[in-house]
């Protein structure tokens, strides 16, 4: 009973959530997701690690095409960012080396706080 008024409310969550809002639940979700990945290669479960380097690739991918590149200036350079991280979390997937998730895991926790600042200084100024 529980765990489906949770999954109703994490739903409607993010059905009624804004754009801001979104994306500062898909950059949670990487840094989450990047650390399930980190712990699943020091506990060598492949499976695990694997899906969730996939999901986190996933989120940048969809933090890439939602860019708005029309934009001059820091959006170029965000796009460079989250183009290396992808690039990282591939080399992460195949070799399974737990030094490309510690190189990475600061920068995704880093584009999550960036994001964040973003957003309350947005809400200040709104």
Not at 51 to 57: F, H, K, N, W, Y
Not at 110 to 123: G, I, P, R, T
Request: no cysteine.
């Amino acid at each position: 009973m529980y765990q489906n008024a949770y999954n109703i409310y994490k739903n409607n969550s993010v059905n009624y959530a804004s754009k801001e809002q979104l994306l500062l639940m898909l950059v949670e979700g990487a840094v989450k997701f990047a650390k399930i990945a980190r712990q699943a290669i020091l506990d060598k479960d492949i499976k695990r690690a694997n899906s969730s380097l996939i999901r986190v690739q996933d989120i940048f991918t969809e933090l890439m095409v939602s860019l708005d590149t029309t934009q001059a200036g820091w959006t170029s350079t965000l796009l460079s960012i989250y183009a290396f991280i992808k690039e990282k979390l591939v080399e992460a997937n195949m070799t399974k080396k737990i030094e490309v998730m510690d190189e990475i895991i600061p920068l995704i926790e880093d584009v999550s706080n960036l994001w964040h600042d973003a957003y309350k200084e947005a809400k200040k100024q709104g």
